[in-house]
């Protein structure tokens, strides 16, 4: 009975850790980034446990509505300057092991005379390639699955863009038209056509930048800031002493911080996940991507009412354009695209059928 009892727990640890060794084999850092993650890495999509709505037998789509935030961008100009501090003081580390007579055998080779790939950089936060592509693709996607709402002709009236006053959100704007609109015009080789995205002033746009807007908001950002950073803490401080252990490096909990942040970059941006995003297992990635939810949660999500009152005005315009399309049992196709949108997600669809 004990020979069996031993037997079947070494074959539970065996699998276990074939499990555990599949896992972390199948890692894909890219999956994991939170609000930085592409829309091609959304982890319901990748696992194949999204199930895409079908238009029931019987009724036919009438009207649309998308919120969407914008594509992936390029590091802020704040964050790059961030970046560039980091690289000033990995060199400052590097040398003070050197001169401590270290090694440097457990230090990774990118590591030493590391130079941030936006050095130099006057201007952040625009839209990239990729970015274009996601939203391009994403209008090709919807016009493909619901065809009988753009067989009308264009008129900027039934197909009302908006867009927030900033660039990505209005670039992203014009990808997701172009997209959209594919071969329905005459201009260029791609038979494109020009169509109108309309945008509110920032000071005022209570529908699409609300937390511009709201003084009670921004008093709030301010007020849970630094609750937030002490929740984070112990994370960053346990994450901090394993690092400097494990590459026998002086680091701090900001340049623990600033290594993440550049692992989010090189992953999304350049698709490069074996130098900063390498330096953390894929446990210590997952206790940081929660950090960063954490943080989103509390500042930007519905724990805190203020959060989703300020959103009203959106919402309200959502059901006025559904209750108009029922009533005229016609659909008119809202798009709009924003910039405050708390994480990258797959962009919220609403359908009405007839």
């Not at 590459?247 to 989010?264: A, H, I, M, P």
């Amino acid at each position: 009975m004990k020979k069996a009892t031993a037997s079947f727990m070494l074959i539970l640890c065996v699998l276990l850790l074939t499990h555990l060794n599949d896992a972390v084999q199948n890692f894909d850092v890219r999956r994991h980034l939170s609000t930085v993650s592409r829309y091609d890495f959304v982890k319901d999509v990748v696992d194949k446990n999204f199930v895409p709505s079908e238009i029931p037998d019987g009724c036919t789509p009438i009207h649309l509505n998308l919120v969407a935030r914008h594509g992936t961008r390029a590091p802020t100009k704040k964050r790059m300057r961030e970046l560039e501090r980091l690289a000033d003081h990995l060199e400052v580390l590097i040398r003070e092991a050197k001169e401590k007579g270290s090694s440097l055998q457990k230090v990774p080779g990118w590591l030493q005379g590391w130079k941030s790939p936006w050095q130099g950089k006057l201007k952040g936060g625009e839209l990239i390639s990729k970015g274009e592509d996601e939203l391009y693709d994403l209008g090709i996607r919807i016009r493909e699955k619901y065809p009988d709402l753009f067989s009308e002709e264009y008129h900027p009236d039934v197909y009302p863009i908006k867009a927030t006053q900033v660039p990505r959100a209005s670039a992203s704007a014009v990808a997701f038209g172009m997209g959209l609109f594919n071969e329905r015009g005459t201009l260029g080789p791609g038979r494109h056509r020009a169509f109108a995205v309309t945008s509110e002033s920032r000071a005022s746009d209570i529908k699409l930048r609300f937390h511009d807007c709201c003084d009670n908001y921004k008093d709030f950002r301010i007020s849970q800031a630094p609750a937030v950073e002490r929740l984070k803490e112990p994370i960053l401080d346990e994450m901090t002493s394993s690092i400097a252990r494990r590459y026998e490096l002086n680091f701090t909990r900001q340049d623990v911080s600033s290594l993440w942040f550049l692992c989010k970059q090189e992953a999304s941006l350049l698709d490069i996940t074996d130098q900063a995003c390498g330096l953390f297992s894929p446990s210590e990635v997952a206790l940081l991507e929660w950090t960063d939810d954490l943080e989103v949660f509390i500042l930007k999500g519905y724990g805190k009412s203020l959060n989703y009152r300020m959103g009203v005005p959106l919402l309200e315009d959502i059901v006025q354009s559904m209750e108009q399309a029922i009533n005229a049992k016609e659909g008119i196709i809202n798009l709009c695209f924003s910039y405050c949108l708390p994480t990258r997600m797959i962009p919220q669809i609403f359908i009405f059928y007839f």
